[in-house]
């Protein structure tokens, strides 16, 4: 077992990431807060999480809602990091975008007053999403930490999933002017499409739209591209943050992007058993090329990511079938 590091708390602890980085916390050797809704009828089973090798000496869970940011001060009490994975993940636009958005902000900065208030957070990592860098008004190949998605954009032309879109450029936005005005070190990592296996029980929104071919849907982004990270290298780029002796604001984290005939090339041989779409479909696929989010910052920072396209596609894959998706 690793050494104590001291007490964190990961918010959204049932999610892809939250839960990712709660085992990978508990393997590092710190002391773990959760929070989790509500279940009054207990019905939902988080077992995935108190069954983690150390969950019962070291993970606490506790209740909370970004609908009530005082929910969170309990479990934030004591701790000397908080890991804000905690969104809501609404790719079908069921609630309009300014209440999608006002819940995302209020319990973000919620969470930012209680840390505040706590005496004890050093810093606080907030996961942000390549949505809040993707729509220009100018099409670029590259993409830095410098680029905001443009919310003005987004609301004229709603593109798919676009209310997500918007709450996590205006929530990111909020958190980091937060930190700035109360002197509250903070850093948002960036992902795009996270895939990878999942210890959550649900099938995640990000590996069920980067992969829809693979479930007989169609591609929901439209993308020539797919721009993946595995989970595991998220996961251990927010703890690398959270370690790290002085870092500064936004960090992308994309290894790559790989284009949709180098993924059938290498899923049609290996696996047959799917519908995958041939070569002469991928290259009529006129979708969007999403610019690549360049990860030079958290690179040379002295993060390195360890998984290839082939590693992310095969973890990603093994896990469905094992979980039954497939």
């Known amino acids: 077992m690793a050494e104590e590091k001291g007490r964190v708390c990961v918010t959204g602890g049932t999610g892809f990431i939250g839960s990712w980085i709660i085992k990978t916390l508990l393997e590092d050797g710190y002391t773990v807060n959760t929070t989790v809704r509500a279940d009054p009828g207990k019905k939902r089973d988080i077992s995935f999480l108190t069954n983690l090798p150390g969950a ?69 990592v907030y996961t942000s999403s390549a949505s809040a860098v993707y729509l220009q008004e100018k099409e670029l190949d590259v993409l830095d930490e410098s680029h905001w998605s443009d919310v003005n954009l987004l609301r004229t032309l709603k593109p798919f999933a676009w209310p997500y879109s918007v709450s996590k450029t205006l929530a990111e936005k909020a958190v980091l002017e937060f930190g700035e005005q109360h002197g509250l070190e903070i850093v948002t990592v960036i992902p795009t499409f996270v895939v990878g296996p999942f210890i959550c029980p649900k099938l995640p929104a990000s590996v069920y739209s980067s992969l829809s071919f693979l479930f007989g849907d169609k591609n929901p982004f439209a993308m020539s591209h797919l721009h993946i990270v595995h989970v595991d290298d998220v996961a251990r780029a927010h703890i690398f943050l959270f370690e790290h002796p002085n870092p500064k604001g936004r960090y992308n984290c994309s290894p790559f992007i790989a284009p949709l005939e180098e993924v059938v090339q290498i899923l049609s041989p290996k696996y047959p058993e799917f519908n995958i779409p041939t070569l002469e479909e991928v290259k009529n696929i006129k979708g969007n090329k999403l610019s690549h989010l360049t990860s030079k910052k958290l690179k040379d920072a002295g993060f390195e990511f360890k998984y290839s396209v082939e590693e992310m596609l095969d973890d990603t894959i093994q896990c469905c079938k094992e979980k039954g998706y497939l």
């Open 56 to 124: 019962s000496e070291k993970l606490k869970i506790f209740t909370a809602d970004l609908s009530k940011p005082e929910s969170f001060n309990e479990a934030i009490e004591g701790c000397v990091g908080i890991f804000h994975t905690a969104t809501p993940m609404d790719f079908e636009e069921s609630e309009p975008e300014e209440v999608v958005t006002k819940r995302n902000i209020d319990g973000a900065l919620g969470i930012l007053k209680a840390c505040k208030n706590s005496k004890t957070v050093k810093r606080v």
